[in-house]
Nanobody
Framework: QAQLVESGGGLVQPVGSLRLSCAHTGGIFSGAPMGWYRQGAGKEREVVAGITTDGITNYTDAVKGRFTVSRDNAKNMVYLQINSRNPEDPATYSC??????????????WGQGTLVTVSS
C-alpha cells in the first residue's frame, strides 16, 4: 500500500518561486533516498534532483542552481523548490525513490504528479 501524492504545481512566474510537495507512505520510501522527476509532453521521464535521508542533495545540470530539494523525514514529506525558471521546466513533476536515469525502469510505483506551467 505504498503511495505517493504530489501537490503544489501551478504557474511559476519569471520572478518568484514555487514549492512542490510530495507526501509518501510506505516502507519503501522511508529511510531511503528520494528523488524528483519530470516528464514533459512527448518526452520521457527524467530525474532532476535527489536527496538522501540525511539531506545530501544532487541535481542534474538542467536544474542545478535553480531548484532546491529538501525533505522532512518526521512528516514523510519531500519538497522541490523552483527558484527560477527556464523554458524547459514546464512538465509533470513526480517524486519517488531516487534512481539514476538509467535505472528508472525499476521504479514501478508512481503518484499522479503535479503539473508545473511557466509563464513567458
Amino acid at each position: 500500500q505504498a503511495q505517493l501524492v504530489e501537490s503544489g504545481g501551478g504557474l511559476v512566474q519569471p520572478v518568484g518561486s514555487l514549492r512542490l510537495s510530495c507526501a509518501h507512505t510506505g516502507g519503501i520510501f522511508s529511510g531511503a533516498p528520494m528523488g524528483w522527476y519530470r516528464q514533459g509532453a512527448g518526452k520521457e521521464r527524467e530525474v532532476v534532483a535527489g536527496i538522501t535521508t540525511d539531506g545530501i542533495t544532487n541535481y542534474t545540470d538542467a536544474v542545478k542552481g535553480r531548484f532546491t530539494v529538501s525533505r522532512d523525514n518526521a512528516k514523510n514529506m519531500v519538497y522541490l523548490q523552483i527558484n527560477s525558471r527556464n523554458p524547459e521546466d514546464p512538465a509533470t513533476y513526480s517524486c519517488n525513490n531516487y534512481q539514476e536515469q538509467r535505472f528508472l525502469k525499476f521504479l514501478d510505483i508512481w503518484g499522479q504528479g503535479t503539473l508545473v506551467t511557466v509563464s513567458s
